[in-house]
């Protein structure tokens, strides 16, 4: 008797009934970058097919992306003039705030916003932080991190992504948000966040590049897996709804390992190097872009991931939709 298994896929109705990842639109964030001023659309040279918009033009951002599906947002913004305590992110008239007001008054509940709590895009060093004798100051910097949530709140934020790695910011953004009424509010926390270099290109597209020293004094290490696991444990501690695992391609092994420790819903971020490397050996005509990008997104979900925040969020949105994927 031949007891071998089959390999399920002399059909393509086979291989889909026995797909083990399915991934879905619902799943997909979308991240927008806001900057001071207005009418304007400028494609950012680092992230081709990406735009940079005003408070006033962001609209037609989020309106391609709820036509081709995706539902929810993530907003990093760029403020006209930076300073070193990194005013503009909690200013209540500042550009994030400016957009989100605009978005809710247009499609209230259709389009769930998310925003990035953190100074380094906002602060003249460039550090996510407040510096501190030649130093970032962890300590001083919470209460800020906090009352830059509540601005982003008060102006339509559905929930806060912190992303400055500080000690502590998930506790902070709690009880700030808590004490400020924002009790159902979650907090999706950018727990395991190592010091990359496949941020380049968002730090052009952002601004955001440290204008003295680097990030890994408080950023992880990458060769450290365990320390992701520590962070991830202490930010549920501190009342993390949603913990962020970023970048998502090196780091599949901690997403793996993060879905076994955690009930969490696990977000990875496929950022900017990502997107921009794909974008990058696609143009030379090295690689297949579409088919590079659905297996990217899929390993990143069959690693554990429940939640893809990426630059490809309408493309991936649109194959799904025609079946190439999920
Ligand atoms: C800012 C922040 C960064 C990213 C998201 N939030 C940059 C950084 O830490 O330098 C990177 C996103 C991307 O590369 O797409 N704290």
């Not at 992306?65 to 990093?76: E, K, M, N, P, Y």
């Not at 020293?213 to 520590?230: I, S």
């Amino acid at each position: 008797m031949d007891i071998r298994t089959r390999r399920l896929r002399s059909s393509e109705t086979l291989r889909r009934m026995t797909r083990e990842t399915r991934m879905s639109p619902d799943s997909l964030i979308y991240p927008l970058f806001v900057r001071e001023g207005s009418g304007v659309e400028e494609e950012l040279p680092s992230l081709p097919g990406q735009i940079r918009y005003s408070p006033d033009t962001v609209e037609k951002g989020v309106d391609a992306a709820l036509g081709a599906g995706v539902r929810s947002f993530l907003f990093f913004g760029l403020p006209a003039s930076k300073d070193e305590s990194g005013a503009g992110a909690y200013d209540d008239n500042g550009v994030v705030q400016q957009a989100l007001r605009n978005i809710k008054k247009t499609y209230k509940n259709d389009a769930f916003l998310v925003t990035d709590v953190c100074l380094c895009e906002y602060t003249s060093h460039g550090h996510c932080g407040l510096i501190a004798d030649g130093e970032v100051d962890n300590d001083t910097t919470l209460p800020l991190l906090a009352k830059t949530a509540i601005s982003h709140v008060q102006a339509g934020s559905d929930m806060v992504a912190p992303s400055g790695m500080m000690d502590g910011t998930v506790a902070a953004l709690r009880e700030g948000l808590d004490a400020g009424g924002y009790t159902g509010v979650p907090i999706m926390s950018y727990a395991a966040k190592y010091a990359s270099a496949f941020y380049g290109p968002f730090r052009d597209a952002a601004g955001s590049a440290p204008q003295f020293g680097d990030r890994k004094t408080y950023q992880m290490d990458w060769h450290n897996g365990r320390e992701a696991l520590k962070r991830i444990h202490a930010d549920r501690g501190e009342g993390a709804d949603i913990i962020i695992v970023k970048p998502a391609l090196p780091c599949l092994d901690i997403i793996s390992k993060a879905r076994a420790e955690t009930p969490l819903p696990i977000a990875a971020y496929s950022v900017s190097g990502e997107y921009a490397m794909v974008k990058a050996a696609a143009a030379c005509g090295y690689m297949d872009e579409y088919k590079v990008m659905c297996e990217s997104a899929v390993g990143v979900f069959r690693a554990g991931a429940d939640i893809l925040i990426t630059y490809y969020a309408k493309e991936l949105a649109e194959a799904i939709r025609k079946g190439d994927i999920g």
